[in-house]
Structures are given as C-alpha cells and as structure tokens.
C-alpha cells in the first residue's frame, strides 16, 4: 500500500485525494438510507444514552462533522469509511441526508481508519481493539510495530491486548460485562491454561480483589509449583549460562533447572525495556 507511511497522523492524512467520478474531498449530502455501514468497523456496541445525546444535538445543530464515504458497486450506493457514530446518531435523529466527503480507501484502509478513528476517542473495549489489531496484523500482514505506528500507541501495548485474545472464554466474557477491568485480565493471562484462569476469575469475582490482588493471587498460584526448585543455589555452569544471556538480552536472566527441563525468566523494568527485549527476540 502506496500510503503507509502517512497513516497515523489523523483522518485526513489517512488517506489522500484520488481520481474518481465524484470530486475527492467534496462536500455533499447524500441520503442516510444509502450508506452501507464499514464491514471492518472493530467497535461491537454503541452506548444507547450517548447515542441519544448526540442523536439530540444533531437534531439541534445538525451533523458538524461530515462522514467519510467510498463510492460501493450499484449505482448511488456507498460504504460508510469513518464516522459509525454520527450516521446511527442521524438516523436515530431522522435525517434524511447527511454531509459525506469522498474518499478512495482498500480495505485495509476500511480496517486501519475505523480501528484510528475509534482509538483516538478511546471508544473501543479492549478486546473490540484486540480483535482489530489482530485483523490488521493476521488479513494485512502488517506486524505488531507497524499497527502500533498507525493507532499511536507502542508495539508492547498492542502486543499485550491482541494477548487478551488468548484468555478463556470465562474471563473474556467477564471483561466484555465490566466484571473485571483490563488489568485483571492481564493479571490472569499469567496463568497457563483456562482452568486456572477461571478459578483465579472466581476468587477474584468472590472476594472482590483489584488488580495488584490479583497479581499477587497469581502469583501465589504460580509459585507454589516451582517452590522447591528456588530454594536450590544455581550452579556454577547454570550461572555461566544466565551471565551469557544477559550479556545477549540485555536484561537480568533466571535459569532454573528442573527434573524434566527447566524454564527461563526474563526480567524487565518499563515498556520500553520491554519493547527492546521483544525486539531482540522476534527480531521484528
């Protein structure tokens, strides 16, 4: 795609002027009852009240801001690229016709406006971003970094919400209802399959706990495994190795050795040493 490199820095920039039968960049009316909403609009629900707001106020003051539309195949017919909002808003308000500009969009740039346009106001849940990020990244091919770079946010904060994607369906559900917060649902993907994600969602559901009571619940449930193993002192050769890998990493290394294998611990401090690691080790 001609355009990546613009993406990122607002609706207009997303996507230039191009030859076509309508002038691009014009502003008309064009009937509501034409508008075939964005097929890759990430965001699932609209809160009913402030539909109902904005519903009041475009009845009021009329749609300030136009829609971005794509001419569709079939004569007058067109596919709503930004702006879901105010066309359900309008139609609640009954308007007729709304002020539309025109532009050229793939649709990858279907996805990549919709997911911009909803990100910039915070308006999706994280698993509605989620689902988004991993559209753009499994249908496009577009790598972590690159998403970031389109949405305005770092490659650790996609890669932990496309990871929401992982959790069992108990806690997704949990999270989609606002029993539990994003951070809960970071918390519990620590743990390693859905069984003991949905016993810890339990205890946290039943005790009330927050996030960090919840980071310290699992990790009371992950450490009572592996207790024994971290009282024995690291070898001589077992500390060569971790000085090996921190030298390669850049970052503190635990090697632990247990009757069948072992595991690697990787340390970090911010996102951004976080970044740096994922880096070094996806090679991305």
Same mark, same amino acid.
């Given at each position: ?5 613009? %993406?990122?820095?607002?609706? &207009? ?32 629900? @609209? ?15 009329? +749609? /300030? ?14 596919? %709503? ?16 016709? +709304?002020?539309?500009? @025109?532009?050229?969009? &793939?649709?990858?740039? %279907? ?28 249908? @496009? ?5 690159? /998403?970031?770079?389109? +949405? ?9 919400? /496309? ?40 205890? /946290?559901?039943?005790?009330? %706990? ?72 996806? &090679?991305?």
């Amino acid at each position: 795609m001609a355009n990546k490199s613009r %993406l990122g820095k607002g609706l &207009d920039a997303l996507i230039p002027p191009a030859e076509s039968a309508i002038p691009q960049g014009d502003l008309q009316q064009i009937p509501v009852a034409n508008i075939r909403p964005n097929p890759h609009q990430p965001r699932n629900q @609209f809160a009913e009240e402030q539909l109902s707001e904005l519903a009041e106020s475009i009845r009021t003051h009329g +749609v /300030i801001q136009p829609l971005i539309v794509r001419q569709a195949t079939g004569g007058g017919q067109y596919t %709503l690229i930004a702006g879901e909002r105010r066309l359900q808003a309008a139609r609640l308000a009954g308007l007729d016709t +709304v002020p539309v500009v @025109f532009r050229e969009a &793939d649709d990858q740039t %279907l996805v990549e406006l919709a997911l911009v346009e909803n990100v910039q106001r915070a308006d999706l849940s994280p698993l509605e971003a989620a689902e988004a990020y991993q559209q753009l990244h499994e249908e @496009f091919n577009l790598a972590h970094k690159d /998403i970031a770079a389109r +949405v305005g946010k770092s490659r650790v904060a996609i890669t932990n919400t /496309i990871g929401l994607l992982d959790l069992s369906k108990d806690v997704k559900q949990a999270l989609a209802g606002g029993e539990i917060s994003e951070g809960h649902a970071r918390a519990l993907k620590a743990l390693e399959n859905d069984k003991a994600q949905n016993a810890a969602l339990q205890s /946290i559901l039943r005790q009330g %706990l927050n996030v960090r009571q919840s980071e310290e619940l699992v990790r009371k449930l992950k450490g009572g495994k592996i207790s024994q193993a971290k009282q024995r002192p690291a070898s001589a050769e077992t500390e060569a190795l971790q000085a090996r890998l921190r030298d390669a990493l850049g970052t503190k290394v635990n090697l632990q050795h247990g009757a069948k294998g072992g595991r690697i611990t990787l340390y970090y401090y911010s996102d951004e040493e976080l970044d740096s690691l994922l880096g070094k080790l996806l &090679d991305d």
